[in-house]
């Protein structure tokens, strides 16, 4: 409880000056609208945005998944692989050169404005942390564990799961929170450059007809989608990283 009071704190205060500033500046609601403009927005409308939230919240999370499990298993695969390394290096390099944003019309123009271009643009754009953290996690392992496992006969699988799977996840597991980030920045993406509903959708749709409650009710929506998400992974992180261990290279034997 003291954690999330330490926690909440900072946003009442925010929330508190913004109202204040909304108030004594005299600062037009098509400007700036004031927390309870935007909390009373939420109220008169929820079924809309109820609506446009679960489309949102599956592109998100659709998009993190696949990142996750791609990621990991091509890091997986490159850190095991010399040749695959190379042969995907180059294209690795050249799809974070390219920025993100010039893609997400291409995959409108490919896959329509429904559902699959937003979940490929989250997941293109948060596929990258979890690949390099992957292989650096994987890399990490002692040298003379992988060494001693190696001479007491053990399979690949064995030294996979006991020695470098603990040691990489310091690596891989705070990957996940920053990717669980980027794909909600590549949902909103996707919805800006072309969608008919989601909560970018809805901001688009409040900017236009200068309904600023609106986009600022979706903007605080999306905001606490992000927050649960990274607050979520953040407690699988501690729980998993006190079962394994801080991956500090040494040998874990787990049932």
Not at 62 to 84: D, E, W
Not at 140 to 164: C, G, H, K, T, Y
Not at 166 to 180: D, E, G, I, K, M
Not at 221 to 244: D, F, H, S
Request: no cysteine; hydrophobic share 55%.
């Amino acid at each position: 409880m003291r954690r999330i009071l330490l926690g909440v704190w900072p946003i009442i205060l925010f929330l508190a000056v913004w109202e204040a500033s909304t108030r004594t500046f005299g600062i037009p609601p098509y400007i700036l609208p004031a927390p309870d403009r935007v909390i009373a927005k939420v109220f008169e409308s929820p079924a809309v945005l109820a609506d446009n939230t679960v489309t949102s919240f599956v592109e998100i999370m659709a998009g993190f998944f696949g990142a996750a499990v791609g990621g990991f298993a091509l890091g997986v695969a490159i850190t095991y692989s010399r040749r695959l390394e190379q042969a995907f290096e180059p294209f690795l390099v050249v799809s974070q050169v390219i920025p993100k944003v010039a893609l997400a019309p291409l995959f409108i123009i490919w896959f329509g404005t429904g559902l699959q271009p937003k979940i490929i643009i989250a997941a293109t754009i948060a596929f990258f942390p979890i690949l390099v953290n992957t292989i650096l996690g994987l890399k990490a392992a002692d040298p003379e564990i992988v060494e001693l496992m190696n001479s007491i006969a053990a399979s690949r699988r064995q030294i996979f799961w006991r020695v470098r799977l603990p040691t990489s996840l310091p690596y891989v597991l705070p990957s996940l929170r920053v990717a669980a980030l980027l794909s909600v920045v590549g949902a909103m993406v996707g919805e800006f450059v072309g969608s008919d509903k989601g909560l970018g959708y809805l901001m688009i749709i409040g900017d236009v007809n200068l309904d600023t409650d609106l986009l600022f009710a979706a903007l605080v929506i999306v905001t606490l989608i992000g927050l649960a998400i990274y607050w979520v992974i953040g407690l699988v992180e501690q729980k998993v990283v006190q079962r394994y261990g801080g991956g500090n290279g040494q040998l874990i034997v787990t049932a």
